[in-house]
């Protein structure tokens, strides 16, 4: 037991230090709370001189501290459990625009009946050690010691009332075009993969949802009830397979319906052998689809990770998000390694994603997987992701990977040259110095040298994958997944809970890029405020990184041109050789042009680029040079088809693609609302509204219809 200090009440949980209490709450991973910092203090009313949880049992109208704009509902409502009073003040902090907190409880006594219940605005408290500043004063995860908090009281029939609320805060409250991204508003619709394991494990049967099964070329609908899933050919013909049991396929199964039937746009796949054995998966989820149509340009395929207890192929599809970001795809599980299932896959894939292909794939080194992406993928550049040929190095090449000069001269060839030209000079240097030309796996690497030499790739979109650090990111994707589980349906929830930590980081980015933009190193440049503006906050960094390196690192030579409004610069980067690179400028047109080729590679213009936009006295970033998928708005307006006429006019024209492109629509509004009633209430009337026109349009017909056939 303790004295809460600021409140004078009497504590269940806490620990008394000096003159305040270190305040602790009950939602998992909450950093510590300095001493002092805790609950709102309120010594001089009624409330602050009794116990905590002693308030007198009368049905008196709660105390409220504050304005008491848009309380009403919080007020008055009556619940009936912990989860509906949190789902209620978070429902307040939503329309509010601040997020929530657990906080204290206490007890009946002898028992262990919540009699009382605190919940505050995130920012309670303070972190210790950290100072407030003006800079981060107004950052979402940064505490100010805000004393807004609501407590309620449950009576002897269990009813949960708000007897006290603190409606002010000491900070700026999110914008309503930001409140979706309070992290309170996520818990809401958190906890899927957790909620899912306990179902798995708990044999839960989730009623059965139609499956896509690949049977040779056909596809099939499978409705058949999982109870009577012993009598299907493939499950009785999977019982004599000593790789898979029964039960494990059952169970894996059952978890992809379930997920089927909790999110509408879910996609599974299974593809059956000539036995009649369930042989490979792929699924992906909804949210995965609407992050491939607007990061899916560059893909990462993995397939080097093995489960070790059926030596089953884990393989993700992975990309980048607008923050630099790993984002899940989709997954699959392969029992091999061969032409067919990866043709199977690719094409699966491919149609999860509505057949849209992606322009880059970046894959191990695997001669069979290569031929499956020439046949599925036609159009898309095939390249050797640098990290597995880095991990190859280590076993074919010895001793030489501590010798930093080799280390220098191979890193050179894979990304460090800017022509053919001097990539096979490089080569020629390392086989020479090191006496390398017997060397049979690097004969072997040089014949696949256009799938993994940033030189021969030059106009290529990469998105930076093969950059440090995001290289190393996603070439340990799930080895902390498949070194610890063994159980199929088990690797599937880890990958879905490793995918929602990966969106929780997502939202997090989201949330600090809307709060403020990113602090310019040279405040007064037109350029740089241009580019906080518009980019994540990361992609900024790298933006100013390459500006400084272009205005303040750079020698140019301006070259003649006979027409005015076109310039040519050499530039050279100092500190870098003497590496020429040449920029064509047109000022009539904004038309940039690198020999370097970063634009085209990465999406962002080159120190180069940077240098000859400052000495035209171009103050902001050309339109064309702004890649959408790098900025704050990536994920806004995706699927409203009148932004692109080529679309709206294929949406018009074909029912499939109208169909196909109103529900990705949808799906991602009815995303965007999940977790805030605010937004639930006004997408609910918009669907209303819509109704109600098609329904008078269609009756409208309907008379015409009939009154010109009488």
């Known amino acids: 037991m303790c004295v809460d200090d600021s409140a004078n009440a009497v504590v269940e949980m806490g620990v008394g230090v000096d003159q305040g209490v270190v305040s602790q709450h009950d939602d998992v991973g909450n950093d510590r709370v300095m001493e002092g910092q805790g609950v709102v203090s309120n010594s001089g009313d009624e409330m602050g001189r009794r116990g905590y949880g002693d308030e007198a049992e009368t049905e008196e109208a709660a ?11 919080l007020l008055r409502k009556v619940v009936y459990s912990e989860e509906e009073a949190y789902k209620l003040y978070c429902d307040y902090g939503h329309r509010m625009g601040f997020s929530i907190r657990k906080g204290k409880q206490s007890y009946f006594t002898g028992t262990k009946r919540i009699r009382t219940k605190d919940y505050f605005c995130s920012k309670e408290g303070m972190k210790e050690g950290e100072k407030l500043t003006d800079a981060n004063f107004n950052d979402p995860h940064t505490r100010t010691n805000c004393k807004a908090m609501v407590r309620f009281r ?4 269990g009813e949960w009332k708000v007897i006290r609320l603190v409606s002010d805060h000491n900070h700026n409250l999110a914008r309503p075009e930001e409140r979706h991204l309070l992290r309170s508003a996520r818990s809401l619709i958190a906890g899927r993969s957790s909620s899912v394991e306990a179902m798995l494990y708990g044999g839960y049967q989730a009623p059965g949802a139609p499956s896509r099964i690949t049977l040779g070329s056909t596809d099939v609908t499978n409705n058949t009830d999982t109870s009577k899933q012993d009598s299907l050919p493939c499950y009785s013909s999977m019982a004599r397979s000593p790789a898979i049991g029964n039960g494990d396929l059952q169970s894996l199964v059952r978890h992809l319906k379930s997920r089927a039937n909790e999110d509408g746009m879910f996609y599974w796949d299974v593809q059956i052998d000539r036995g009649g054995r369930m042989t490979n998966f792929f699924w992906r989820d ?8 607007c990061f899916g340009d560059v893909v990462v395929f993995d397939s080097t990770y093995r489960l070790n207890k059926h030596n089953l192929i884990c393989a993700p599809f992975v990309g980048v998000n607008h923050h630099w970001q790993s984002t899940m795809y989709g997954c699959a599980l392969l029992a091999d390694e061969s032409m067919s299932s990866f043709v199977w896959l ?10 849209r292909h992606p322009r880059s794939i970046f894959t191990n080194q695997d001669q069979v997987m290569s031929k499956a992406i020439e046949e599925v993928f036609p159009n898309t550049c095939h390249r050797i992701s640098r990290w597995h040929i880095q991990k190859n190095a280590a076993s074919r090449l010895g001793a030489l990977n501590g010798s930093k000069a080799f280390n220098k001269l191979f890193t050179k060839c894979m990304q460090g040259c800017e022509s053919e030209a001097e990539f096979e000079e490089a080569w020629a240097e390392m086989l020479s110095e090191f006496k390398l030309g017997d060397n049979k796996w690097l004969k072997k690497l040089y014949k696949l040298k256009q799938k993994w030499s940033g030189a021969l790739n030059k106009h290529t979109f ?9 290289c190393d990111s996603l070439s340990n994707i799930f080895h902390c997944i498949a070194d610890k589980l063994t159980s199929m349906s088990a690797i599937v929830v880890a990958v879905d809970k490793l995918t929602e930590d990966w969106r929780e980081k997502e939202f997090d980015e989201d949330m600090r890029c809307s709060q403020k933009p990113p602090a310019c190193i040279i ?8 580019a906080a503006k518009v980019y994540t906050h990361r992609i900024y960094k790298l933006f100013e990184t390459y500006f400084l390196d272009g205005c303040g690192a750079t020698k140019f030579k301006q070259l003649h041109c006979e027409d005015d409004n076109r310039y040519q610069f050499e530039m050279t980067m100092q500190g870098r050789g003497s590496r ?7 000022m009539s047109t904004m038309q940039l042009n690198c020999s370097c080729s970063k634009f085209e590679t990465m999406g962002l213009l080159c120190p180069h680029a940077l240098k000859a936009l400052s000495i035209k006295n171009v103050c902001s970033i050309p339109e064309t040079y702004i890649l959408k998928r790098w900025t704050k708005g990536a994920k806004k307006w995706v699927f409203n088809p009148k932004q692109y006429e080529s679309s709206y006019q294929e949406c018009m024209d074909d029912e ?16 965007k609302s999940q977790g805030h009633e605010e937004l639930r209430k006004s997408l609910w009337e918009t669907l209303e509204s819509g109704e109600k026109e098609l329904e008078k349009y269609l009756e409208n017909v309907t008379q015409y219809a009939l009154s010109y056939a009488t």
Do not use: W
């Open 346 to 355: 690719f094409k699966s894939f491919l149609e999860a994603m509505g057949n």
């Open 523 to 530: 405040k007064h440049s037109d350029i740089l405020n241009h």
């Open 656 to 671: 499939a693609a109208y169909c196909n492109h109103v529900m990705r629509y949808a799906y991602d509004l009815v995303t």
């Open 154 to 157: 449950v009576n002897d029939q």
């Open 286 to 293: 909804g949210r995965s689809r609407i992050d491939f149509d």
């Open 580 to 586: 020429v690179c040449i920029v064509h400028f047109d």
């Open 462 to 470: 990469d998105g930076g994958v093969e950059y440090e650090p995001q």
């Open 63 to 73: 105390t409220v501290q504050g304005s008491k704009e848009g309380t009403e509902e």
